[in-house]
């Protein structure tokens, strides 16, 4: 039995992003009888009711800080303190405690594998220091780590030229969002929103001018066809002024977050197009999910997206990119939608990822 700890999450049930969601899919169902997982978890994200001492088989622990935030950094070494000892091997996901490696390494010996996420201090969203900090943090993780995971073979083709170390290549699952609910439902949750099946073009994501919403939105704004957009369009002032700017658009569909399972499945499932405008990070999780769909991809042209599609999916770079492939004919598309549910289905399913990451252990 091997008994390993993973820690840098917001913690199980996932209620948060990509790490949350691959704890949750790697642990339970997926993991073997050979591995014992501990998975620490933030008391201040979770209400004192939410607290699970396990869940899905693994155990539960709580660190009393914020795990996303200006805290992220102590909580993950407050987290690092608690698995110095009883642990055969510590998984780290993302970077921002690593800087606590050099001191860590003094007093644990065992397995240490850590998954350095999408290259976080080239987002534009941080200021000086904060890249500074979190590019020291990487060279800390890829320093001391026995195992470093990129989930991209950009990331991987990164990690090789910077810092002459070869890494692991695992990706994310995305098989979690395929549902059973009834084309009575579907049409149900369909005709509250004023859509019709395969009608329009969809697109979920963070609010951030990394993923290129302005873009997407710009692009849509200049032709009749339906877009539905989904995401935190008050978390930021870009995300606010895009939505003052588009909202009034009648074929445009600006939504806040929704986290009803069904209804999103629902509007993905239908949808004509995926949008995804992504141009930082490695393999981004909304991306993989929108291919298990079978719905044409069309992605911001950058080697992580090209890399997560094996270069099968339509690409573009500007308004003007994607403007021209909207003319196109839909039938110009089938080879997309039909490679997109190959690869998701051979790559991208969490079964074969929680097999590869007990692989390292």
Known sequence: MKNVAIVGTQGVPAKYGGFETLVENIIGKNCSFEVQYTVFCSSKDFKKEERLLSYKGALLKYVPL????????????WSLLKVMRGYDVIVILGVSGCIFLPIFRLFYRKRLVINIDGLEHRRAKWGKFARWFLRFSEAMAVRFADVI????????????????????????????????????????????YGLERKDYAISVCRIEPENNCHISLEAFSKTDKKFVFIGNWQYSEYGKKLKQKYGSYSNIYIIDPIYD?????????????????????????????????GCPIITYDVIYNRSTTENKANYFCDVTDLLALLSM?????NENAKNMVEIANRQYRWNIIAKQYEALY
């Open 329 to 333: 004919q839909y039938s110009s598309f």
């Open 149 to 192: 995971i990129s989930d991209n073979k950009g990331i991987q083709d990164y990690v090789l030229n910077i810092y002459r170390k070869n890494s692991a290549l695992i990706a994310y699952g995305g098989d979690h969002v395929l549902r059973n609910i009834s084309e009575e439902k579907q049409q149900a949750i369909l005709s509250k």
């Open 66 to 77: 914020h795990a996303n935030g200006f805290q992220s950094t102590p909580y993950d070494i």
């Open 261 to 293: 399972l069904d209804t999103l499945y629902t509007l993905r499932n239908n949808a004509k197009f995926y949008i995804h405008g992504h141009s930082a990070g490695g393999t981004n999780p909304s991306l993989v999910e929108a291919m298990f769909f």
